[in-house]
């Protein structure tokens, strides 16, 4: 129960850093954003959990497959918001795109032999 806890405190001082980071300089807050930092703390959190290196190397590239897909968003968000389209649109349109790009991404690699 208490490390459970600790896991889900640490993730909101993370996700408030960044917040905070960010209201000061956009480019450190997304600096800070852009670190593996819960990639990390997850493979360690599923470390002590499981002491399974196999299952930590299966969610690292995972990981990696899975990031690519989620990188256009960061291009897309901006170009809605620059053209005038309310925040929360131009969010939950960037954010259907990225799971669009999931779902092409996972059935590419499944294409090419590599399932997860």
Do not use: Q
């Amino acid at each position: 129960m208490w490390y459970a806890a600790i896991k889900a405190i640490l993730s909101g001082i993370i996700v408030s850093a960044v917040s905070e980071t960010a209201k000061r300089s956009p480019a450190l807050g997304a600096l800070v954003a852009s670190l593996p930092i819960i990639s990390v703390l997850g493979m360690i959190w599923l470390w002590n959990d499981t002491r399974d290196a196999d299952r930590i190397a299966d969610h690292a590239e995972a990981t990696f497959w899975l990031v690519l897909p989620s990188l256009p968003m960061f291009l897309v968000l901006p170009a809605l918001l620059r053209a005038n389209i309310h925040f929360y649109w131009s969010l939950a349109l960037s954010c259907l795109l990225t799971v669009a790009l999931y779902f092409i991404m996972i059935w590419m690699l499944k294409r090419f032999g590599i399932d997860f």
